[in-house]
């Protein structure tokens, strides 16, 4: 198929409206997934959840694989994948359904800054904790990672996947950084979501924003999943607001509609 | 006493590229009798030494087994029969590139006067040598590069790398070969590769890194092959447009699996045979010695060759194969069955029938397939005895099912299955033989029989394989 069939067609998929048996692909649950994954999928989540689209989670141990772009989480909307949060956004988008839209200009680069800053400095920061911190690669991240293989090859893809983040991390200078140093900068992330959130319901007043559902699937994931030690959890409670926000969105959008 | 020169006994062609050798300019023995000759043929004869000149790194223990049968002997004649078997022996162990045979009388202190002295004068192959080839597979052609290290550690042990790149896959390998001294047949290789493939009827890309051991032996009449491999396997989709279906297959899976073949081969030629059979059984045992896939796979392949009027050939032929998976896991993409094409199916697209999701071919876990030959020589025989000698005609009829099986119906069920809509095709087409290896196809074809989701190559098809239905 040629790109401009290819774009031809996914306008085309893009028009049709929100199937009933739309999917989101995730590791799995129990015994496989990991603090950056589950955080990107909660997100996503979250963020399809505020939209009022309904989609069903899948588990798979090859969800990685199964990825167009080898990142989790992806959606199966149709005959269309798209994976990542971003993507998603703008997919949802031309399917008529967005958060932002109520946004001006300025607000709008506002809400990008922000998700910037959360990608930048807390995927890359629970990235560095799961594979760069030798106590939790050991103990957590390298036996989840490969539970789903057998032996030899549980080995093998575990240390391909963390030289890998290691390669990714030392090429944007987190290399030499320390863990000391990397909950320093998270703990200023926090703060300068803190401030922005402020006494608000939300980043921007009473509607949430995918800003919202992106801040929440972090800072949730951080602080219902047990690591080796519990710093980046505890750094995040000094902040009550943050908590509270993590609640009120557990609660309107989660609660009750899980079950 | 005069000197008996024999070379050889009769000119037997020494056929082979792994050998590396030519042909000798082979001169039948001629013994002049002279008077004042004894005339040793028909008297009992003692070989008492056998020399081998020319030893480089070649250890002699394993030579003993070869040329034992020399001392042996009785009688002049049978002197000369045994030193050519065992020459032959030689140069099947591929680690000389000639080898001459000296029949003398016994010279010195202890010489018995009925006494010879056998002297074989080899020539070893180079320590390393290089090799640069195409090669034609199934559909895809390749330029193949490699080294060989033949008589590594003296023993006949072979040491071969290869790289590979190819119009559709890259792929590396090493192998080392050991036979057993005395008994050529019966031989060890261990392999490790890497192989990346891509198959667009199922839009998949797969990679394969793996490592196995071969023991191969004689059995009665038949060849045996008993094999562990150890898999690791990667698929991923070519396109971003592939069927979910193949990417739910994507991902790492590794197999290891314990399999058996078993092959008896009485034609005279592997490529356009005018004569005898072929029977060949393969069965692969996976899950049981680690790894994630399992299954049973059984495989076979029958051919039958006869010679009729005018120099034609009819070749029937018969596939088969089952896959059952064992465990709740369904069997993956990579271990499945594909037909169709110009290879088996003849007027379907290359591995393209059965079941499918949105265009992609998902491959089946059982299939038959059938096929009907007529080969005759070019009409009015253009080139014959020479260039013309390479290239047939036939007429051909093809049939075949692949298809899934659902476990718990029972036999009855899958053999009713396997019989309904069956895909068939029929034409005719010339075909010419590369070498001994490969064949090269050209036919005009009729499919018949074509289910919705197959691919159809209706009219000319091109084909190039090494093993054809």
Same mark, same amino acid.
């Given at each position: ?5 290819e774009?031809?067609?996914s306008?085309?998929a893009a ?7 739309a999917t989101l692909y995730q590791p ?5 997934i990991l603090?950056s994954d589950c955080a990107s999928s909660l997100a996503v989540q979250a963020f399809l959840?505020?939209?009022?689209l309904?989609v069903q989670v899948v588990c798979r141990?090859n969800a990685e694989y199964m990825s167009p772009s080898g990142k989790i989480p992806f959606i199966h909307v149709g005959n269309q994948v798209v994976s990542e949060l971003g993507p998603i956004v703008q997919f949802t988008k031309a399917k ?19 998700m910037?800053?959360?990608n930048?400095?807390?995927l890359?920061?629970?990235l ?51 863990? $000391? ?5 998270? %703990? ?7 401030? *922005?959130?402020?006494? +608000? !319901? /939300? =980043? ?6 995918e800003?919202?559902a992106l801040?929440?699937g ?12 519990? $710093? ?5 409670? %000094? ?7 993590? *609640?009120?969105?557990? +609660? !309107? /959008? =989660? ?5 | ?235 991923g989709c070519?396109a971003r447009t592939a069927s979910f279906?193949i990417r739910e297959?994507s991902g ?218």
């Amino acid at each position: 198929m040629s790109l401009a069939t290819e774009a031809f067609m996914s306008q085309i998929a893009a028009a049709e409206p929100w199937p009933e048996n739309a999917t989101l692909y995730q590791p799995l649950r129990e015994d496989q997934i990991l603090l950056s994954d589950c955080a990107s999928s909660l997100a996503v989540q979250a963020f399809l959840r505020m939209c009022g689209l309904p989609v069903q989670v899948v588990c798979r141990a090859n969800a990685e694989y199964m990825s167009p772009s080898g990142k989790i989480p992806f959606i199966h909307v149709g005959n269309q994948v798209v994976s990542e949060l971003g993507p998603i956004v703008q997919f949802t988008k031309a399917k008529g359904h967005s958060l932002s839209a109520g946004l001006d200009d300025v607000q709008r680069a506002e809400m990008k800054a922000y998700m910037e800053l959360v990608n930048n400095m807390l995927l890359t920061a629970e990235l560095y904790v799961q594979w760069c911190d030798d106590a939790t690669a050991t103990e957590i991240s390298r036996p989840r990672y490969s539970s789903p293989y057998s032996w030899p090859l549980n080995n093998i893809l575990a240390f391909q996947k963390q030289w890998e983040v290691r390669r990714k991390m030392n090429a944007i200078g987190w290399g030499g950084k320390t863990l $000391e140093k990397v909950y320093e900068d998270v %703990s200023q992330c926090f703060q300068a979501l803190s401030q *922005r959130l402020g006494t +608000q !319901t /939300y =980043f921007f007043a009473k509607q949430p924003t995918e800003l919202d559902a992106l801040v929440f699937g972090h800072l949730f994931t951080i602080l219902t999943t047990r690591l080796t030690n519990n $710093e980046l959890a505890e750094r995040i409670k %000094s902040y009550s607001n943050l908590l509270s926000f993590c *609640r009120r969105i557990e +609660q !309107t /959008y =989660f609660e009750g509609k899980h079950s | 006493m005069g000197t008996v020169h024999a070379r050889s006994l009769d000119p037997l062609p020494m056929h082979g590229p792994e050998l590396g050798v030519q042909a000798d300019d082979i001169e039948s023995a001629h013994i002049e009798p002279e008077p004042n000759q004894e005339v040793l043929e028909n008297k009992d004869v003692v070989v008492q030494r056998v020399h081998i000149d020319g030893l480089g790194r070649t250890k002699e223990d394993l030579l003993t087994y070869e040329i034992a049968d020399v001392f042996r002997a009785k009688n002049l004649i049978d002197v000369m029969r045994k030193s050519h078997a065992a020459r032959q022996k030689l140069l099947r162990l591929g680690i000389f590139r000639k080898v001459e045979v000296v029949i003398d009388t016994s010279r010195g202190a202890d010489a018995l006067p009925n006494g010879l002295d056998v002297t074989f004068e080899v020539t070893e192959l180079r320590r390393l040598t290089g090799s640069y080839s195409t090669m034609v597979g199934n559909n895809e052609g390749s330029m193949v590069m490699g080294l060989k290290l033949p008589n590594v550690f003296g023993r006949a042990e072979k040491l071969t790398c290869q790289f590979s790149y190819g119009t559709k896959e890259t792929s590396y390998g090493v192998s080392f070969f050991k036979p057993q001294p005395g008994n050529f047949e019966r031989n060890l290789t261990f392999n490790a590769y890497k192989v990346t493939g891509q198959f667009p009827w199922s839009s998949l890309r797969e990679t394969d890194r793996g490592i196995s051991a071969e023991l191969s032996f004689p059995l009665w009449k038949t060849s045996q092959t008993l094999k562990w491999e150890g898999v690791w396997r990667e698929l991923g989709c070519l396109a971003r447009t592939a069927s979910f279906a193949i990417r739910e297959e994507s991902g790492h899976s590794l197999k290891s699996s314990l399999s058996h073949s078993m092959s008896i081969d009485t034609r005279n030629s592997s490529i356009l045979p005018r004569k005898g059979g072929l029977l060949k059984i393969h069965q692969e045992l996976a899950g049981y010695t680690g790894g994630d896939a399992s299954f049973l796979k059984e495989d076979f392949e029958i051919q039958l060759n006869k010679s009729l009027f005018w120099d034609s050939v009819l070749s029937a032929s018969l596939w088969g194969g089952l896959l059952l998976p064992i465990g709740e896991r369904a069997t993956s993409i990579a271990d499945r069955f594909y037909l169709g094409g110009p290879t088996s199916i003849r007027g379907f697209s290359m591995y393209s029938m059965g079941p499918q999701s949105e265009g992609d071919y998902l491959g089946g876990e059982a299939y038959w397939a059938g096929g009907l030959h007529l080969y005759t020589p070019l009409p009015f025989r253009p080139g014959k005895g020479g260039f013309g000698d390479l290239f047939r005609t036939h007429f051909f009829l093809n049939a075949g099912n692949l298809c899934n099986l659902n476990y718990g119906e029972g036999p009855q069920a899958h053999l009713k299955k396997l019989a309904e809509c069956i895909r068939w095709s029929y034409g005719l087409g010339v075909l010419l033989r590369l070498g001994n290896i490969a064949r090269l196809e050209l036919n005009y074809c009729i499919p018949m029989g074509v289910q919705s989701g197959d691919r159809i190559c209706d009219g000319v098809q091109f084909g190039a394989g090494i093993r054809f239905l």
